[in-house]
């Protein structure tokens, strides 16, 4: 095969690039997830930008590789974000799939989340794939192709008590991205929400989970149930992180990624059980709904 059937013609930077690898640009590569994923991408022959605060330990934790690219990464920081991906477009010409996975949990009843805690949650895990897709937006469009991939979460589905922040957060991502994918298909750009249920991750470490401050007397003997459950299914959550870095990758080749993908048996359970609830709940009061309208028109 020759180079003129292997290479095109970049729309970004006007250099050539081959066509058969993609660039792969993942936020929060340095541990859990975003690892996996990143070594799941470059095993499949890709490119990798795996973004995080801390470059060495990204390299430390995905593995030197030629194709990998480790680059500083705050995504509550919008200039970051636009200096990340050039950094990306400059290495690699192009961004193929963009991997929203950098995050965080904030827990706690809600009268006990403090109102900062509460922001700073907001800030991460939904302003942040904001931030980094603002950014990379415009390298996609000239592209005239991509895929926008944001990890979200069961929780974006279904809130549950002890979630308020962290299930506030994902179902804003859950409405930003359902409402951005009409407005970048025209561009070629495909989005997909992936809604993992409980998975091995470092999610539940003391390094990605703060639990806010029991002060209410009346949620005491609750919080103090739900943080001992919680801790202790740290690290014995039953999804295989690396089994759904490898399902991201089959995903991404497909013509038409799903707009949602449910990541896990206990996901799939949750999004039957929401459905079943939002129809009982659409048929519960449906006369009093359908007759609200204008007697005159």
Not at 10 to 21: A, F, I, K, L, Y
Not at 126 to 136: D, H, K, Y
Not at 147 to 172: H, P, R
Not at 194 to 218: K, Q
Request: proline share 5%; charged share 20%; with cysteine.
């Amino acid at each position: 095969m020759t180079e003129q059937n292997t290479t095109e013609q970049n729309t970004v930077t006007g250099q050539p690039h081959d066509m058969g690898r993609k660039v792969w640009f993942i936020t929060g590569a340095g541990r859990g997830m975003g690892t996996d994923i990143a070594r799941a991408a470059l095993a499949a022959g890709h490119a990798v930008v795996a973004t995080g605060r801390n470059p060495e330990k990204i390299a430390q934790a995905v593995g030197e590789n030629e194709n990998l690219l480790a680059v500083a990464l705050d995504v509550t920081d919008p200039a970051a974000a636009e200096a990340a991906i050039q950094a990306a477009v400059e290495r690699f010409g192009k961004i193929d799939v963009l991997v929203n996975n950098a995050g965080n949990f904030y827990a706690g009843f809600f009268e006990e989340i403090t109102p900062g805690d509460f922001r700073a949650q907001i800030e991460t895990t939904l302003f942040g794939p904001i931030n980094v897709t603002r950014a990379a937006l415009p390298v996609l469009r000239a592209q005239r192709s991509g895929l926008l991939v944001t990890i979200s979460s069961t929780a974006g589905i279904a809130g549950q008590e002890f979630c308020t922040a962290y299930a506030a957060s994902k179902f804003g991502v859950e409405g930003w991205l359902e409402s951005l994918a009409p407005e970048v298909a025209p561009f070629g750009i495909r989005t997909m929400l992936v809604e993992p249920g409980f998975f091995r991750t470092e999610l539940l470490s003391p390094e990605s989970t703060s639990f806010a401050e029991s002060s209410i007397e009346d949620y005491a003997d609750r919080t103090e149930q739900t943080v001992t459950a919680w801790q202790g299914m740290n690290g014995k959550q039953g999804g295989d992180p690396a089994k759904l870095a490898d399902a991201l990758i089959q995903l991404a080749e497909l013509d038409e990624p799903p707009l949602r993908f449910a990541a896990g048996a206990d996901a799939v359970a949750t999004f039957e059980q929401k459905a079943k609830e939002l129809l009982a709940q659409a048929d519960a009061h449906r006369e009093l709904s359908s007759n609200l309208a204008h007697n005159n028109p």
